[in-house]
């Protein structure tokens, strides 16, 4: 245990060693912007979309009371999603698919000797394959839960459109309530996001990175990337939300 | 010239390199033989440093490899051209892209520059043509090939090929050998090979150690090597029927 936190903060520290080439640095970043965050985009939208609709109808038949007016629903949804579906579920469904990805595709790397081959060259392999994920994450991550959010709306409106749980109006006008908070709380929701993009590149990386052994081994190490940031991320989610919430 | 020191190295208790020690001259072919399992690959990759050695010492003309800083460890590397037992070619990067990696790291040639020099290091390896394909679409002698491309890219002063033609066809096997003896001259590198292909040896071998069981025990050249009468380094040379039998007309 205390020899994966010593090693990973090495790790870490490696990664502030100044770039040899910033052409090259900026060539990857820009890589793996495509390779962790837009195609990643399709998956989040959909996911997004399906959950604003089945929030729409769990909350609608969860407060089934006269008294409760309609737009309590879009209201319930809005908070829902800005609060802890986007920023927390979808940050774990990409550490299941970012993190696997980023781990594999590492230790591969390692055990057929691409890593050894950067590092005899004379380039810091921790700074060129590890840095850009990292960075390129912090950023593009933030902009993917922004997508989520807007999607899970849409969904939940095309569901109100599509079927007459509750009039549209009503859920537009919950989604609008309260509006002078919503900055507060997508500020939150963003924070929370950089943290477990954070969390995602660089455990994975870790686990990828430090791989030893064959074919095999990669596909431990990967499942354990994901098991490991899952479980951080929900971690860290109840310290974050305990934090910036009170 | 690269010395090495009283070279040890043991994996979680078991030793691996007994005490080696050894001169890797300048302009040559430097050969380590032995059995597959002797320590080859761990000899290299402790004096390249990618393994730490538990002791010794390791002089590339003079620096010191162990014990100095970051910084001069990246020197000395970027003299160093590597070609790994599996081509440890990029596989995210197509052939041409491979090659031109260490250039655009590290050198100020521009694009252009990079190109011809690309083209120039894959020609020499007989790769034509394959400029756009990726590792994994060309076959694992071309893969070796390219590989060499690249661990030449750089025009390194210290070149390790961890054995350059296994998977090749004799000729192609031959063709290498050759290739690597000849760049070795032409720009005057300290070359060590490894290998355990007698048809190499005795075709570049101009000076040769050979490592059993994690010692160097024996010290030569191509000719020594066949009228030897160490027992161990006998079994490894005359493996067939055939070669003991010729052998014995020697
Ligand atoms: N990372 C490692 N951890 C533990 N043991 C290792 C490691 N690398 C190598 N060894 C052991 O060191 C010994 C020498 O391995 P090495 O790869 O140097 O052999 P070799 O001489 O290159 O053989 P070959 O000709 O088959 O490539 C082997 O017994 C191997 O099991
Ligand atoms: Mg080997």
Not at chain 1, 41 to 65: H, N, R, W
Not at chain 1, 82 to 107: D, H, Q
Not at chain 1, 152 to 177: H, K, N, R, V
Not at chain 2, 113 to 139: G, M, Q
Request: net charge negative; charged share 20%; proline share 2%.
């Amino acid at each position: 245990m205390f020899f994966h936190i010593g090693r990973y903060t090495t790790m870490l520290s490696f990664l502030f060693v100044r770039p040899e080439k910033f052409s090259s640095y900026w060539n990857r970043l820009i890589e793996e912007i495509i390779q962790l965050g837009i195609k990643s985009l399709f998956m989040v939208v959909l996911m997004s979309a399906f959950m604003g609709a089945v929030l729409v109808i769990q909350t609608a038949s969860a407060i089934e009371s006269a008294w409760i007016p309609d737009y309590t629903v879009g209201f319930t949804v809005k908070q829902t999603l800005i609060l802890e579906f986007c920023p927390t579920i979808i940050s774990l469904i990409l550490a299941g698919k970012v993190g696997s990805n980023i781990a594999s595709e590492l230790g591969t790397m390692r055990v057929t000797e691409q890593i050894d081959a950067l590092e005899v060259m004379g380039v810091n392999s921790i700074g060129y394959l590890i840095g850009p994920k990292i960075l390129g994450s912090l950023f593009i991550f933030p902009v993917l839960i922004m997508y989520s959010m807007f999607f899970g709306f849409l969904g939940g409106w095309a569901l109100c459109f599509l079927t007459d749980i509750i009039p549209i109006e009503q859920y537009l006008m919950g989604i609008q309530s309260f509006s002078y908070e919503n900055y507060e709380y997508i500020r939150y929701a963003l924070i929370k996001t950089v943290f477990f993009a954070f969390i995602i590149t660089s455990v994975s990386s870790y686990f990828g990175y430090y791989t030893s052994g064959g074919a095999l081994e990669v596909g431990r190490q990967s499942t354990k990337a994901v098991v490991y940031s899952s479980i951080l991320i929900l971690m860290f989610n109840v310290l974050l939300t305990q934090l910036l919430l009170s | 010239m690269i010395e090495i020191k009283n070279i040890s190295k043991s994996f979680s208790g078991v030793k691996v390199l007994d005490d080696v020690s050894f001169t890797f001259k300048k302009g040559q072919t430097n050969l380590i033989i032995g059995k597959s399992g002797s320590g080859k690959s761990v000899l290299t990759k402790c004096i390249v440093g990618l393994l730490e050695p538990d002791s010794g010492d390791i002089i590339f003309d003079g620096r010191s490899f162990r014990g100095i800083k970051t910084q001069g460890k990246k020197k000395i590397r970027k003299e160093i051209g590597m070609l790994f037992q599996a081509g440890a070619l990029f596989d995210s990067l197509t052939v041409e892209e491979n090659v031109a990696f260490p250039l655009k790291m590290f050198s100020e040639l521009s694009t252009e520059e990079i190109a011809d020099r690309t083209n120039f290091c894959l020609n020499r390896v007989d790769i034509i043509n394959k400029n756009d394909l990726f590792p994994a679409e060309i076959s694992g002698g071309m893969q070796k090939r390219v590989a060499i491309a690249r661990a030449i890219a750089m025009n390194p002063k210290y070149l390790f090929c961890d054995e350059p033609n296994s998977g090749l066809d004799p000729v192609t096997a031959i063709v290498i050998d050759e290739l690597i003896k000849e760049i070795t001259e032409e720009f005057q590198m300290t070359t060590v090979v490894i290998t355990h292909d007698m048809n190499s040896v005795l075709e570049i071998g101009e000076n040769i150690m050979f490592i059993y069981e994690g010692k160097n025990y024996w010290v030569g050249d191509k000719d020594s090597i066949l009228t030897t009468d160490v027992e161990e380094l006998n079994n490894f040379v005359y493996v067939s029927k055939f070669l003991r039998q010729f052998k014995e007309k020697l």
